[in-house]
């Protein structure tokens, strides 16, 4: 069978997709990708250069009378024409929108050819642009059953939200993981964690935790972001607090055996690799994220025991250490947050999406 796989834009997005790719072709199948032209979307895929892939000129949809709408609707329809004509060359049997704003045209090219077309929402709320993609669907697959409720006109399924395939193998131990990042292989760690390009609103807070969390036994792994990955570096070495910074990790099965737990954006896709990690976290949402749904999907761990919340409004370098050392002091409550984090999400999610692309043979 052939597939295509709408998953650009951010690695929310792609990663989930890729970890659906990854089964489809493991089974035999054709897959294309279609991703955004952000420079996230090729770094992520430099893994995996036999991948087929296409970018369209997508932009984010913006409101009703904004005037980045002339350019929003330009570039739909040049990623319309974009993927009418690589229909028209190669139908694919099914086609997957993995969310965000790269979805919009092969769903919508796809609905217009009889196409069968599926939508994942991964979030506990979905944004405009699914909420309009799912009009053109036949099922939505949902990442948590919270969201069904947002899709009152169209069928879904609860799947969860894929994971992809190198997360799952060839994983080191504890110890080796930590020696790989230069990190002391018995020391607690810590991961900090803001998504594929970093978090400024989580880098500022922890810089001006450090100095608080100096006198403990802790050392961290920061994902900075380019940008910042200088100025935290050096808020670690002044505070005296051991850290491996980064400004982008593409081998996370590196990273997360490392740590203890995490402080971290509530992404769908993030939340999903705690999970499976079993990661207790203190989860700092997104303030600007669409219908404020990074603050809904953290609930969903909160009230499972597995994570705190810290809204980034208010929240200081006093409160985040404070935080974080009481879990640090309690081991007995890590392990209860890493049992309640680790059922939170099937495990098998990637495999359930594919199982529904292809039901469409039957």
Known sequence: MK????????????????????????????????ISEKEVDSR???????????????????????????????????????????????RPDAVLGMGGFTS??????????????FLHESNAIPGKANRLAARFCRTVLLGFGECARHFPKCPTLVTGTPIRRELTEDVPGVREARRKLGLDADRPTLLVMGGSQGAAGINVLMTRAAPRL?????????????????????????????????????RMQDVYPAADFALSRSGAASLGELSWFGLPSVLVPYPHAAEDHQTLNAQIFVR?????????????????????AELLDSPATLAEMSAAASVLIPRDAAARVADALMEVRR
Not at 104 to 117: D, E, K, Q, S, V
């Open 3 to 34: 597939f295509a796989i709408a998953c650009g834009g951010t690695g929310g997005h792609l990663f989930p997709g890729l970890a659906v790719a990854e089964v489809l072709r493991a089974r035999g199948h054709e897959v294309l990708l279609f």
């Open 44 to 90: 992520a895929l430099q893994n995996h250069p036999d991948l087929p892939r296409q970018k369209l000129p997508s932009i984010g949809l913006p409101a009703v009378f904004s005037p980045a709408l002339i350019a929003f609707l330009g570039r739909l329809r040049a990623s319309l024409k974009k993927c009418g004509q690589i229909y028209r060359d190669g």
């Open 104 to 117: 919009i045209a092969p769903l919508i090219a796809a609905w217009r050819r009889g196409i069968p077309a």
């Open 214 to 250: 100096a006198a403990r036994e802790l050392q961290v792994i920061h994902l900075a972001g380019a940008r910042d990955e200088d100025v935290v570096r050096s808020a670690y070495e002044a505070a005296g607090v051991p850290a491996a910074v980064l400004p982008f990790c593409d």
């Open 304 to 324: 499972a025991g597995a994570a705190r919340v810290l809204p980034e409004k208010g929240a200081t370098g006093e409160g985040l250490a404070r935080a974080l």
